[in-house]
């Protein structure tokens, strides 16, 4: 089985440019989780999705951030503008509508903004 | 926020030895859960840990949890080479994990 695609797998890109992070799920799966990763942070929650509706996106950092899921197989995280302290490894997951159930991850897009 | 709390947070041991990893955490939880990172890819999901269970075995792994304490640890027995990663808990609370910053593990052929 596919495990959880995101694309692209590297992103340079330069500040005040727009960028869209992508990422498709486990077949079946309803829940769908996209994270940040930085050294100093960690691993933060951004926002997460049950059956393509958002239910927490109290950790999206401000309003250049925003996140779609437009069907069950698909999700996008978008920036704009974009920002030097933007740069992280951006992570999606997913998983079955129950907290007992582990999360799949994708391996991540790295995204460097200059 | 982070909820978990990992120590040590680096471990450096020899192969066929054991590894012991703690996590703390502050609210009350569904369960459990521990990851592995491995450089460059994506967290892989070890074990799972209900808040009413106290100890899980899967191969080489085993973990406790003390609610009492707000605690949890992964045992890996007779380490190798390949389990050198950065290993994280998350607790499971409400419908999303929250986790800790992990402990990166290097293990020494």
């Known amino acids: 089985d596919a495990g959880v695609i995101q694309s692209p797998r590297h992103e340079v890109t330069e500040m005040g440019q727009e960028v869209t992070l992508r990422c498709k799920p486990i077949?079946?799966?309803?829940?769908l989780f996209w994270y940040r990763q930085t050294m100093m942070r960690g691993l933060e929650l951004l926002i997460y999705?049950?059956?393509?509706?958002?239910?927490?996106d109290s950790g999206m950092p401000e309003d250049r951030f925003s996140a779609k899921m437009p069907n069950a197989s698909f999700s996008t995280l978008k920036i704009q503008p974009s920002e030097p302290r933007d740069s992280a490894v951006y992570f999606c997951?997913?998983?079955?509508?129950?907290?007992?159930?582990?999360?799949?991850f994708g391996d991540g897009t790295r995204l460097s903004i200059l | 926020s982070q909820q978990g709390e990992e120590d040590p947070q680096a471990l450096s041991i020899q192969e066929g030895e054991n590894a012991t990893m703690n996590c703390s955490y502050k609210?009350?939880?569904?369960?459990l859960q521990w990851y592995r990172q491995n450089s460059g890819r994506g967290l892989v999901h070890l074990i799972l840990?209900?808040?009413?269970?106290r100890e899980k075995h899967s191969g080489r792994l085993r973990v406790t949890l003390d609610t009492s304490k707000k605690s949890s640890s992964l045992l890996i027995t007779a380490s190798r080479a390949a389990d050198t990663a950065s290993y994280f808990c998350?607790?499971?609370?409400?419908?999303?994990?929250?986790f800790g910053q992990g402990t990166e593990l290097s293990v020494k052929p």
């Open positions: 997951a997913s998983s079955l509508v129950d907290s007992n159930q582990p999360q799949h």
């Open positions: 077949s079946g799966h309803n829940s």
């Open positions: 999705f049950n059956n393509n509706v958002p239910i927490d």
């Open positions: 609210t009350s939880i569904n369960n």
């Open positions: 840990i209900r808040s009413n269970e």
């Open positions: 998350a607790t499971a609370t409400g419908g999303k994990l929250i």
